[in-house]
C-alpha cells in the first residue's frame, strides 16, 4: 500500500536474526497454525456449548449445518480470493462489494434477456456467467490500468471505482431488484451435487433432487450444493495459480519488493492489470451465483460484504503490507467468520457479538503477522 | 375501515377462543423471530412477539439482523433452520423477490412460515404468485400511503409541490407506501405535483442530503413524505437544518420518539404510526393457533394505523403507539 517505503527501510534495518531462537520459532510456529487452533476452538465450544444451552435440543455438528456454513461462505470466499492475490501484491481491492452488485445485476439482466428471446435454459445461464465476469472484468481492468500505469494509489482507484460502480449498478437495475428470470435459474443456485435422506425409505440421490414430500423432504439434506461446487473449484484454481505458476511468483515478488520486481524484469504494469481483473472476476462470480440462488439480480446484494472479505482475507494471514499470504488461509479466516455467525444463531445470542469476535481476531491477526515480521524480515515468506 | 375493522374483530374472536386450548395441548411449539433489521420499530414488535409468547407459554428464538439485506438476513435465516428445533418462523423478508427462495428451503425443512410487516411475492398469499406462508400480518402499505397524501395535502391547502423519500428498492413496506401516496396525489389533488422519489438506502445522512437537495432544487417545495424511519428523520432533519420547519411539511411514517419530537417541534404535521406490537403479537398467536389445528386462519391480516398530530400526541389513547421500547 503506501508505506512501500517504510517496508524497505524495515528491511534495511537488517537487524533481523537469520537463526531464529527457541521463543521465536514459537511466534513463527503460531503464526502459521493459530487460525486453525482458532477455528478448532471455536467450533469444539460451539459443538459442547449449542447442545447444553438448548437443553439438548440443538445441535452444532448436523450435516445440514456444516452444508449451511458452506454456502455461507461462498459470497465472503470469492470476494477474499481475488482481494488474497491483490493484497499479497501489497495493493488493495475496495470495490469488490459493488463490483459483485453490478455482476448480479448485469447476469440477471443477460439471463432475463436471453431466455425471454428464445434462448433455452443453460445456455442462458452461460450468457449470465459471461455477462457477470465480463462486466466485472471491465471494472478491474480500468482499476488495475490506473494504478499500475498511473500510478494513483489503489486504496484511492478502487474506492473511486467502486462508488461509479455502485451508481452504475442501481441505474442498470432501475432502481430495482432485477426479477423475471426463468424459474430453472432457482435450481442452479439451490440445488445440490448430492441428495441425502436419513432413516426409512431414505438413501443417497446424485446429481438429481429425489422428488419427495412431506417428512422424507424434512428428512433430506443437501451435500454440496452447486454454489459451493463453483467456489471449490475456484479456490482450487486459486491455490494452483499462486503456488505452482509464475503468475503466483510474481505477485508475491511484487508485493515483497517492488523494486527488485522492477529489476529483475517481471513485467509490473501488466501483472498490476491482471491481479485487479483476477480480482474483480471472482467478484463476479460471486454476484452471478448470488443472482442464481436469489433467482433475481440486486445492486445493493454486496454491500455488507466487502469488509467481512478483507477481514477473512486479514484473518488468513495475508500481510496488509505484501509479500507473504496463502489462500488456504483466506479459506480459514472466512469459515471462521461463518461459523460465528451460524454458532451464536444457535446459541441465541445476538448475533452483533459477531463484530466483536471478528474485530479481536482481526486485531490478533496483523499482531502476530507483525512479530513475525519483526523475526524473520519482511517479504522472506512465501 | 369498517369492514376491515369488522373482520379484525372476528380474527382476534377466532384466535381467543383458540388460544386456551392451544396453551393446554401445544406448549411445546418454538417460534423464530426475524425482523429486518436493528430499529424501533422491530424492537417494538419483538416486545409484541415476546408478550404473546409468554402469554402462550412458546419459546421464541430472536435473531435481529445489524443491517438490511438479503445477504445478512439468509444465513441467519439458514442457521435458523438448521437448529432443527423450530415450528414457525416469523419473519419480514428484506426482498420480496429474493427471499422466496430462502424462505422455501425454510418450509422444505419443515418449518412453517409467517410474514410480517413485509412479505414475499405480492402479499396475496390466496392466488397470488407465492402462496406457502400461514399469513402476511403487516400494514396495507398502500393504504397507509394514501392516508399519508391526504395528511400532507390537507397540511399544505390541496397544492404546490411535494417530494418522497425512501430506503430501499423493491420491498414491499415502502414501495406500496410510495404507490398510495402517488396515486391520492394523482387522482384526488390535481393541484399538487410530486417532483421526486429518492432511495436513501436506510442511510438517514443520505436522507438529510437527498431531502436538502430537493429543496434547493424545488424552493416552492411544500411537503415531504419520508416513508420510513430513516426517511422521515432524515427529511424532518433536512428542513430543520434548511431553516424551514413549518413552511414545508414533512409526513412521517412510523412514529418513533424522533419523529414525535419533530412533532412537538412543528416540523413533521402527521405522523401515521403503525401498529409493530400487534404484528408480533398477533404471529405468535397464529403461529400457535396453527399449531392446535386451526385451518382458516386469514391469509392477510392488516393491522391498521393509527394518526398522530399536535392535537392528539398527548392522549394517552393515541401515545400508546408511539414506538418505545422501556428502559430505551
Known amino acids: 500500500m503506501v508505506d512501500r517505503e517504510s517496508r524497505v527501510a524495515v528491511k534495511m534495518g537488517g537487524d533481523s536474526p537469520l537463526t531464529a531462537t527457541p521463543s521465536q520459532q514459537f511466534v513463527l510456529m503460531l503464526s502459521r497454525v493459530w487460525a486453525w487452533v482458532f477455528l478448532g476452538l471455536m467450533i469444539a465450544f460451539f459443538v459442547i456449548a449449542v447442545p447444553f444451552v438448548s437443553n439438548g435440543a440443538v445441535d452444532f455438528l448436523t450435516l445440514r449445518n456444516s452444508q449451511n456454513i458452506l454456502v455461507a461462505i461462498t459470497p465472503v470466499l470469492l470476494l477474499g480470493l481475488g482481494q488474497t492475490f491483490v493484497i499479497i501484491s501489497a495493493g488493495i481491492d475496495l470495490s469488490v462489494g459493488w463490483v459483485m452488485s453490478l455482476a448480479s445485476v448485469l447476469s440477471a439482466l443477460a439471463i432475463r434477456t436471453a431466455y425471454n428471446a428464445g434462448v433455452p435454459?443453460?445456455?442462458?445461464?452461460?450468457?449470465?456467467?459471461?455477462?457477470?465476469?465480463?462486466?466485472?472484468?471491465?471494472?478491474?481492468?480500468?482499476?488495475?490500468?490506473?494504478?499500475?500505469?498511473?500510478?494513483?494509489?489503489?486504496?484511492?482507484?478502487?474506492?473511486?471505482?467502486?462508488?461509479?460502480?455502485?451508481?452504475?449498478?442501481?441505474?442498470?437495475?432501475?432502481?430495482?431488484?432485477?426479477?423475471?428470470?426463468?424459474?430453472?435459474?432457482?435450481?442452479?443456485?439451490?440445488?445440490?451435487?448430492?441428495?441425502?435422506?436419513?432413516?426409512?425409505?431414505?438413501?443417497?440421490?446424485?446429481?438429481?433432487?429425489?422428488?419427495?414430500?412431506?417428512?422424507?423432504?424434512?428428512?433430506?439434506?443437501?451435500?454440496?450444493?452447486?454454489?459451493?461446487?463453483?467456489?471449490?473449484?475456484?479456490?482450487?484454481?486459486?491455490?494452483?495459480?499462486?503456488?505452482?505458476?509464475?503468475?503466483?511468483?510474481?505477485?508475491?515478488?511484487?508485493?515483497?519488493?517492488?523494486?527488485?520486481?522492477?529489476?529483475?524484469?517481471?513485467?509490473v504494469d501488466r501483472h498490476i492489470i491482471q491481479l485487479y481483473m483476477l480480482s474483480a472476476s471472482t467478484a463476479g462470480i460471486a454476484g452471478f451465483l448470488s443472482t442464481l440462488r436469489f433467482t433475481a439480480g440486486s445492486a445493493v446484494i454486496g454491500d455488507p460484504l466487502l469488509l467481512a472479505s478483507i477481514a477473512a482475507v486479514i484473518i488468513g494471514g495475508v500481510s496488509l503490507f505484501g509479500g507473504a499470504g496463502t489462500v488456504m488461509g483466506t479459506v480459514i479466516g472466512a469459515l471462521i467468520i461463518a461459523v460465528l455467525t451460524t454458532g451464536l444463531v444457535m446459541l441465541n445470542v445476538a448475533a452483533f457479538w459477531q463484530f466483536i469476535v471478528v474485530g479481536a481476531v482481526v486485531i490478533i491477526a496483523v499482531l502476530i503477522d507483525q512479530s513475525r515480521d519483526l523475526i524473520i524480515g519482511r517479504g522472506r515468506t512465501g | 375501515m369498517s369492514r376491515r375493522q369488522s373482520f379484525l374483530a372476528l380474527v382476534t374472536a377466532l384466535v381467543l377462543a383458540v388460544v386456551p386450548q392451544v396453551a393446554i395441548a401445544q406448549d411445546t411449539i418454538k417460534i423464530g423471530f426475524l425482523p429486518g433489521v436493528v430499529d424501533p420499530f422491530?424492537?417494538?414488535?419483538?416486545?409484541?412477539?415476546?408478550?404473546?409468547?409468554?402469554?402462550?407459554?412458546?419459546?421464541?428464538?430472536?435473531?435481529?439482523?445489524?443491517?438490511?439485506?438479503?445477504?445478512?438476513?439468509?444465513?441467519?435465516?439458514?442457521?435458523?433452520?438448521?437448529?432443527?428445533?423450530?415450528?414457525?418462523?416469523?419473519?419480514?423478508?428484506?426482498?420480496?423477490?429474493?427471499?422466496?427462495?430462502?424462505?422455501?428451503?425454510?418450509?422444505?425443512?419443515?418449518?412453517?412460515?409467517?410474514?410480517?410487516?413485509?412479505?414475499?411475492?405480492?402479499?396475496?398469499?390466496?392466488?397470488?404468485?407465492?402462496?406457502?406462508?400461514?399469513?402476511?400480518?403487516?400494514?396495507?402499505?398502500?393504504?397507509?400511503?394514501?392516508?399519508?397524501?391526504?395528511?400532507?395535502?390537507?397540511?399544505?391547502?390541496?397544492?404546490?409541490?411535494?417530494?418522497?423519500?425512501?430506503?430501499?428498492?423493491?420491498?414491499?413496506?415502502?414501495?406500496?407506501?410510495?404507490?398510495?401516496?402517488?396515486?391520492?396525489?394523482?387522482?384526488?389533488?390535481?393541484?399538487?405535483?410530486?417532483?421526486?422519489?429518492?432511495?436513501?438506502?436506510?442511510?438517514?445522512?443520505t436522507a438529510v442530503q437527498q431531502t436538502t437537495a430537493v429543496l434547493q432544487r424545488t424552493p416552492d417545495l411544500a411537503g415531504v413524505f419520508g416513508t420510513n424511519v430513516f426517511s422521515a428523520q432524515g427529511a424532518g432533519t433536512a428542513v430543520i437544518n434548511a431553516g424551514l420547519g413549518g413552511h414545508v411539511q414533512v409526513v412521517a411514517y412510523d412514529a418513533t420518539k424522533f419523529a414525535i419530537e419533530q412533532l412537538r417541534a412543528g416540523v413533521v404535521s402527521l405522523v401515521l404510526a403503525q401498529k409493530p406490537f400487534d404484528m408480533g403479537y398477533m404471529a405468535v398467536q397464529f403461529a400457535a393457533a396453527d399449531a392446535a389445528g386451526v385451518t382458516s386462519l386469514p391469509r392477510r391480516v392488516e393491522t391498521g394505523f393509527a394518526l398522530i398530530d399536535k392535537n392528539n400526541v398527548d392522549d394517552p389513547a393515541v401515545a400508546r403507539f408511539i414506538y418505545q421500547v422501556p428502559g430505551k
Not at chain 1, 445456455?123 to 494513483?152: D, Q, R
Not at chain 1, 431414505?202 to 424434512?218: I, N, Q
Not at chain 2, 409468554?54 to 445489524?66: C, D, H, W
Not at chain 2, 428445533?85 to 427471499?99: E, G, N, S
Open chain 1, 121 to 267: 435454459l443453460f445456455p442462458s445461464a452461460v450468457l449470465g456467467f459471461a455477462a457477470a465476469v465480463g462486466g466485472a472484468c471491465l471494472v478491474g481492468f480500468f482499476n488495475g490500468v490506473i494504478i499500475a500505469k498511473l500510478k494513483v494509489p489503489a486504496f484511492i482507484v478502487t474506492l473511486g471505482s467502486s462508488f461509479i460502480v455502485r451508481g452504475a449498478s442501481l441505474l442498470l437495475s432501475e432502481n430495482t431488484t432485477v426479477i423475471g428470470l426463468p424459474a430453472g435459474i432457482r435450481n442452479y443456485g439451490n440445488d445440490a451435487l448430492i441428495y441425502y435422506i436419513r432413516g426409512e425409505g431414505g438413501g443417497l440421490y446424485l446429481l438429481s433432487r429425489p422428488e419427495v414430500t412431506g417428512d422424507l423432504l424434512r428428512r433430506m439434506d443437501p451435500i454440496l450444493p452447486y454454489p459451493v461446487v463453483v467456489t471449490a473449484i475456484v479456490v482450487a484454481i486459486a491455490i494452483f495459480v499462486l503456488r505452482k505458476t509464475q503468475f503466483g511468483r510474481h505477485t508475491y515478488a511484487i508485493g515483497g519488493s517492488l523494486e527488485a520486481a522492477l529489476r529483475t524484469g517481471i513485467p
Open chain 2, 42 to 205: 422491530y424492537q417494538v414488535m419483538q416486545l409484541g412477539v415476546e408478550a404473546a409468547a409468554k402469554k402462550l407459554n412458546i419459546e421464541v428464538v430472536t435473531q435481529i439482523p445489524a443491517t438490511w439485506g438479503v445477504e445478512v438476513q439468509t444465513p441467519i435465516l439458514d442457521a435458523l433452520v438448521a437448529r432443527g428445533d423450530l415450528d414457525y418462523i416469523v419473519i419480514a423478508p428484506t426482498d420480496k423477490d429474493q427471499m422466496i427462495g430462502p424462505l422455501k428451503a425454510a418450509l422444505d425443512a419443515g418449518i412453517k412460515v409467517i410474514t410480517v410487516d413485509t412479505f414475499v411475492g405480492d402479499g396475496d398469499y390466496v392466488n397470488g404468485p407465492v402462496t406457502f406462508p400461514i399469513s402476511y400480518i403487516g400494514s396495507d402499505n398502500v393504504e397507509g400511503g394514501r392516508i399519508a397524501a391526504r395528511g400532507l395535502a390537507k397540511a399544505i391547502g390541496g397544492k404546490g409541490s411535494v417530494y418522497i423519500n425512501s430506503t430501499n428498492p423493491n420491498v414491499s413496506s415502502v414501495e406500496g407506501r410510495a404507490v398510495g401516496f402517488k396515486e391520492v396525489m394523482g387522482k384526488e389533488f390535481p393541484d399538487i405535483k410530486v417532483v421526486g422519489l429518492d432511495f436513501n438506502l436506510d442511510d438517514m445522512n
